[in-house]
């Protein structure tokens, strides 16, 4: 408690006026599990977020797919809860809820009326201890996530190329390179105790970060975390896989035909810095310059000034990621979509021009303060949701172990200067460090035997 | 005394720790209210409203500046003008290239877009509330004083062609403009998008002329959300700025003439689809009739949510799609009831007939009272986390503003959702849900589903555009 009250002063010194401190609250239960709790009652609503160390990157040959599989096992039920109640009785209190797996973590989440935060706490509790792993659950969940790739990715443009494709491409690691929804034939061979080994390894207490933001009393909260999660036996901690790529890098490039898209795309990335790393900071602050709001340089020199681009859209980590969850290795990367009349290696030239501007002359001091702006006026809008504030508090403690950093880390971008900017655009986005996949509109079969 | 508190506490742990029982769920106060903040509104000569509204949770203020002039009012050839008016309408001014704007926005933290709704225009944004007189500015230049430069009305014409040829690769944006032109049959609102013919005919005259003749102060509303300076200050800068702009003579809104409602089922060929994509669904209530509320309570019960009828029969049990929903789109003058699942291509005979079921259910019986609690408690519950952000509040406000709706809706929206009954929901059903009076569109490969679609009744197979 006293902990608590001395970081609230602490960041109370470093951040504007204007910004508001989120209060945070950490501590941890004697078998291991991490708690993070964050009081506002603007709102009669707490977000409970519930974040496992665990992601799609430890996944093993054969398995693609599983982390994800994974996830969807998490809401068949368990030993006091019936199979299909998790979602009924979440939504029959008010709530919302959903889960989704990353590359580095695995996340689950209720936003509830504040006074149903027992029914979240008990139903948490209740699959973490005691989830039902049976094969018919395992094989009605096989065909849910096959149905969910044929709709997200099978049947829409640019998706296949993005999640099975890229991946390959930019990393050479299978860890990295791996696709994460997986193949059917992975996702088919995936047996009962698979997920009962994934279950005990990686979803015990001790692997876990809990976060609970917005209309709560901090001494009742505590008391109902200790009797649900209190003597849930925690687990050797596992192994992290080896991530890293080698450190030679060849350029590489290589063509999609996608029969779902009508506009030729661009994917291009270059092996980025680590996380939190100075150099992350700046290429952070440089991707606002390129991308961020309605005077990025994208916007008024390619989409405007050139009229070749028609969207685009860059990030720490793109696609799975982006600044605040990116985790090296990984790409900065940006995805463009342009006009038929430009080839792809005129799109490919014009960005690599806009990051020579930058290496050769630098960063104008308006614009960056401008880019500052952006920064801080989106961190506001972003953390108005209990939501969004417990996933930012989640990820900053399993990644770096430090939930302040919802408060602290904006100082970090604002901080930067030009100079920075300008080194890590010559250190880290050259063509030698270049991957490009392009994505090109291919005629679907079936038209192709009509015309 | 704080010995005494300590002991207390103590006990109620002990207690607690003892009665906790595992086997269901914890017992929970009914779901809370929340207080809506007051509104103040009031009116400008020139027949502009204005309503403020003070939200101090955030250091922000959200902008919208709401016009009658949504897609609806496209004339008949450029369907989309609404749309691109409201795309080119931040692009530039008399006084202020693309450039300037962009980075005057930038520079003080905010937002400022326009969009075209099939009823509304709105022009809105948000900016850090210590420079809301400066977005204030903008947003006036932009409603009064965007010049259209014929550069950026090009650009917009080509880059909009370009994702509309993208947005058509979509199965479902087929499946919805199919159905629009099906159920809203001559009027306006069968204006899904724009066409690549629209396109090539709007041009710089088109376009101001749509601008001087619907974005009038007499066919708006503005409304300020947020930490907003004093109040008399606030209505002093809001004279400063749209005082001057001239009321003049609104066009009427298309009359409300809907075809009636029929069987009817079309095939949109997608050749190469993995997918089938199914929408049944028809005219319904709109958020004023009285039908509206039952409407919305059977809905939920159908198909919002994860706990929905459709999605643990056509997702759970029957294993068929990943998703099944149904939705309400609620728009002035009409309500559309649609639901909604996509299937695989071996699947579409079973899909379609799994929610020719379940909307025949809706209609044949009435719902059970644990459902009917169950969604009330889902329904009040989503509309409280929706007043978790400025945004999302200042859109509730607006909604109330422009769609013609009682003071009271948000107020008062909550218990009327509590007082529904089951008969209500079933008369509810049996108007608007019973597949009877269906119009059924199937996206798909035609090849390979059309057959399993015959036994649904006289099947049309169109290609897709």
Known sequence: MKFAFLLLILFCAVIQAAQPVIPIEKYALKNGMRVILSRDNAVPVITLYMIYDVGA??????????????????????????????????????????????????????????????????????????????????DNQKEAVKQERRLSFDNRPYATAIVDRWPQLAFQNWQNSH??????????????????????????????????????????????????????????????????????????????????????????????????????????????????????????????????????????????????????????????????????QQIIDQAQEEIAKIQNDGVDAKELDRGRTLLRSEQIISLQSSLHRAQLLGRYEIFDGKPELINTNLENFLTITPAEIQGVAKKYLTPERRTVLQILPAPAPAAQENH | MRCMIFSFLIAGTTLMAQTIDRTKPPETPP??????????????????????????????VSMRLSFQAGSKFDPQDLPGLAGMVAGLVTQGTTTRSYRDLAEELTSIGATLDGHASPDVFTLGGSVLSENTAKLLDLLADVALNANFPENEVQLRKQNAKQTLAAQRSQPAFLANEKFDALVFGSHPYAFFSATMESL????????????????????????????????????????DHFAAWREKQVPAAPAKSFPESKRQLVLVDRPGSVQADIHVGRLAATRTDPDYYPLVVGNAILGGGASSRLF??????????????????????????TAVTQV??????????????????????????????????????????????QASLTDQIDL??????????????????????????????????????????????????????????????????
Not at chain 1, 78 to 102: C, D, Q, R, W, Y
Not at chain 1, 113 to 133: H, Q, Y
Not at chain 2, 46 to 51: C, D, F, H, I, T
Not at chain 2, 439 to 465: C, H, N, R, Y
């Open chain 2, 344 to 389: 695989r291509n071996e699947e579409a005979g079973p899909g379609v007939e799994a929610m020719l079921d379940n909307l025949t259910q809706m209609a044949k019986a009435p719902v059970t009272a644990s459902e009917l609690t169950d969604v009330k408690n889902y329904i009040s519950g989503g509309f409280l986390i929706s007043l978790e952000t």
């Open chain 1, 179 to 344: 696709s994460l929804i997986g193949s059917f034939e992975d996702l088919n061979a995936s047996s009962v105790e698979d997920v009962a080994k994934f279950f005990k390894t990686y979803y015990a207490p001790d692997n876990a970060v809990m976060v609970i933001v917005g209309d709560i009393q901090i001494p009742e909260t505590k008391k109902l975390i200790e009797q649900y999660f209190g003597d849930i036996p925690s687990q050797p901690k596992p192994a992290k896989p080896d991530l890293s790529e080698p450190s030679s890098f060849t350029p590489r490039s290589e063509v999609y035909h996608d029969a779902h898209a009508r506009v030729p795309g661009i994917i291009i990335g270059y092996p980025g810095p680590i996380r939190r790393s100075r150099d992350y900071y700046a290429l952070a602050m440089l991707d606002v310059l390129f991308t961020g709001g309605p005077s990025s340089r994208f916007q008024l020199n390619l989409v405007k000034g050139k009229e070749s681009l028609i969207q685009y859209q860059a990030e720490m980590g793109w696609p799975f990621a982006s600044s605040s969850d990116y985790k090296d290795p990984g790409d900065y990367a940006m995805f463009l979509l342009f006009k038929p009349n430009y080839t792809p």
């Open chain 2, 200 to 239: 090539d005919r709007m041009d710089r005259k088109s376009i101001v002329q749509f601008r001087d003749t619907f974005l009038l102060p007499n066919n708006a509303v503005l409304l300020l959300v947020g930490q907003l300076p004093p109040r008399a200050e606030t209505l002093k800068l809001v004279r």
């Open chain 2, 31 to 60: 779901v809370p209210s929340f207080k809506m903040p007051p509104v103040h509104e009031t009116k400008l000569p020139n027949g502009l409203s204005v309503v403020l509204v003070e939200d101090a949770r955030f250091p922000l």
């Open chain 2, 400 to 465: 109330v503003n422009t769609m013609g709706l009682p003071r009271d809706y948000l107020e008062m929206f909550t218990s009327r959702v509590r007082s529904v009954e089951p008969d209500q929901i079933q008369a509810a059903a049996q108007k608007y849900m019973d597949p009877g009076q269906a119009t059924i569109v199937v996206v798909g490969d035609a090849a390979q589903i059309e057959k399993s679609l015959e036994k649904f009744g006289p099947l049309e197979v169109e290609k897709s555009k």
């Open chain 1, 57 to 138: 990157r430890v996944e093993e040959k054969g398995r693609t797919g599983f982390a994800h599989l994974f996830e969807h096992m998490m809401f068949e039920g368990s030993a006091n809860v019936p199979k299909g109640m998790h979602f009924k009785i979440v939504e029959s209190n008010g709530g919302t809820l959903n889960g989704s797996t990353h590359p580095d973590y695995t996340d689950y989440f209720e936003v509830l009326p504040s006074n149903k935060l027992a029914v979240g706490l008990w139903l948490e509790s209740d699959r973490m201890r005691s989830l039902a792993i049976t094969r018919e659950n395992l």
């Open chain 2, 312 to 337: 643990l029969d056509v997702r759970e049990k029957k294993g068929l799609a990943y998703d099944a929903h149904s939705e309400l789109d609620r728009r002035r003058d009409a309500g559309v009831f």
